[in-house]
């Protein structure tokens, strides 16, 4: 059974940084993909970084409107995904969501989905 469990959100000010933490649990990662998502009061969800396991390693693709701002990363043997997010924008503010889904590729459709870190950004 796939869980996923969100933290690290919060409120800042614009500039700041947070990083939110995805636990998983039942997660194969050289079998799934994982990703972020967002979703603003008022908007549809958006994909915003997904990671793509293999093998021998794994690669990243993020988002136009976040890039050079926020990295994806996981950690294996914690079974854990990570967003770090710099130079934090009032337009960032959203609720975030970890997925996942037994596919290759940078997860920009998911079937698992975590409950949600809320991240607000005050200018």
């Known amino acids: 059974q796939v869980q996923l469990v969100e933290s690290g959100g919060g409120s800042v000010q614009a500039g700041g940084s947070l990083r939110l933490s995805c636990a998983t649990s039942?997660?194969?990662?050289?079998?799934?993909?994982m990703a972020w998502f967002r979703q603003a009061p008022g908007t549809e969800r958006e994909w915003v970084a997904g990671?793509?396991?293999?093998?021998?390693?794994?690669?990243?693709d993020i988002a136009v409107s976040v890039k050079g701002r926020f990295t994806i990363s996981q950690d294996t043997a914690k079974k854990t995904l990570y967003l770090q997010m710099n130079s934090l924008k009032p337009e960032d503010t959203a609720m975030y969501y970890c997925?996942?889904?037994?596919?290759?590729?940078?997860?920009?459709?998911?079937?698992?989905w975590g409950q949600g870190t809320q991240v607000t950004v005050s200018s």
């Open positions: 997925a996942a889904a037994r596919s290759s590729g940078y997860c920009y459709s998911a079937n698992y």
């Open positions: 039942g997660i194969t990662y050289i079998r799934y993909c």
């Open positions: 990671v793509d396991s293999y093998g021998w390693g794994a690669s990243t």
